[in-house]
């Protein structure tokens, strides 16, 4: 089909796919280099690599500065207060209602893995929100890593706490007093469909994430095509006003999304320890 | 198979070139009707859990705080798969 107009649909890939170029006002640009290999594979620095590296710092600047605050004016015997209110009011609020209360009595062990899961997607989601920022979690790559990491927490601690034999029965799994031919064929059933069901939870967290995070910035971007597309006036106060709006969106989804992977990543760690 | 999207583009000229303009034609079809059937789902089901949990903490206040986190948790798993949806309807463009 022949364009006429603007190309939207190369606009939009180009501004949520990675880049070997770093952006910035004024047609700044850096090149960022390329060549680096380990063991024959490209581990050269992207766009992406270079904005999940500034969301792990922001993490640790966000940590060092609230515990400090806190520490601070614990020693005075005073509660926190701004800064350092905010950040210990989310770390208690994921501590507590999301890791502890999924988990169960062992969840303290896992909290310092939900709060890193949590605050690195949530900075990561929110620095796409910024002119010239791109969202590293809109890159299946960075989500696939997050959602191995909780698979193989998930799947290495179920291990632990249930044992071997006790791992096995999550996967052969056989209803209580069936014996005989009817375990033999229930165990034969149900086995695939557990080893699937392993398989797909990990999958959909990468998926929910990914898809969440590229289809807000789709929308925001495609109104903002329409108004190259039709060059008008009216139009673009319209479009402009509606995207003013799915940019609020945008900011309510990446918390929700970074809240939703933290909790569902501990129901799954709570299931797996709490099996028998 | 011809459609309609294949009528509104210009007239190509060689056949391979049409039957690639088929193939492109039937797949985003295809591709934007499933999507709008996993949207219709979706909708149908958040409305649902949407509705059930208003009425639940009609019934019992004192327990919507428990109820709104189960229903956000339930709500964000049904978008996943519409999202899922999307992200294939995706993968029909590309390809």
Redesign the interface.
């Known amino acids: 089909?022949?364009t006429q107009g603007p190309d939207i649909g190369g606009m939009i890939f180009r501004h949520t796919a990675d880049s070997r170029v770093l952006e910035g006002p004024f047609g700044w640009e850096y090149h960022l280099p390329t060549g680096w290999s380990l063991f024959g594979v490209d581990v050269s620095p992207t766009k992406h690599v270079v904005f999940m590296l500034l969301a792990a710092f922001l993490v640790l600047v966000t940590v060092l500065i609230g515990g400090y605050q806190i520490r601070r004016r614990h020693a005075q015997g005073k509660g926190p207060s701004g800064f350092g209110a905010a950040v210990e009011a989310l770390v208690l609020f994921i501590r507590n209602?999301v890791a502890i209360a999924n988990i169960g009595h062992g969840g303290e062990k896992f909290a310092p893995y939900i709060l890193t899961l949590f605050f690195f997607i949530l900075y990561c989601n929110l620095l796409g929100l910024f002119p010239w920022g791109a969202t590293a979690t809109g890159n299946l790559a960075v989500t696939g890593a997050l959602a191995l990491t909780a698979f193989v927490t998930i799947e290495v601690s179920g291990f632990i706490a249930l044992g071997p034999k006790g791992y096995l029965k999550t996967i052969v799994f056989v209803p209580e007093g069936m014996t005989g031919i009817g375990a033999v064929l229930m165990a034969l059933i149900m086995t695939p469909i557990e080893i699937i069901g392993k398989i797909v939870k990990p999958f959909?967290l990468t998926?929910?994430l990914?898809?969440?995070m590229t289809?807000g910035h789709f929308v925001i971007l495609a109104l903002m095509g329409l108004v190259f597309i039709f060059g008008s006036w009216p139009v673009a106060a319209g479009s402009v006003a509606f995207v003013v709006f799915m940019m609020c969106l945008e900011l309510l989804v990446a918390f929700?999304?970074a809240y939703?992977f933290a909790?569902?990543t501990s129901v799954f760690i709570g299931m797996m320890q709490h099996a028998h | 198979m011809v459609n309609l999207l294949m009528m509104l583009q210009d007239g190509q000229a060689s056949g391979a070139d049409m039957v690639a303009a088929a193939k492109n034609a039937n797949a985003l079809l295809g591709a934007g009707i499933g999507l709008g059937l996993a949207v219709i789902g979706a909708g149908l089901g958040i409305g649902r859990i949407g509705g059930q949990a208003v009425e639940a903490i009609a019934r019992q206040p004192e327990a919507s705080g428990d109820i709104r986190g189960a229903m956000i948790l339930t709500a964000a798993l049904i978008e996943g798969v519409a999202l899922a949806a999307l992200v294939f309807a995706l993968l029909f463009k590309l390809l």
């Open positions: 089909m022949t209602d959909a998926l929910r990914f898809a969440n289809a929700l999304q939703i909790l569902l």
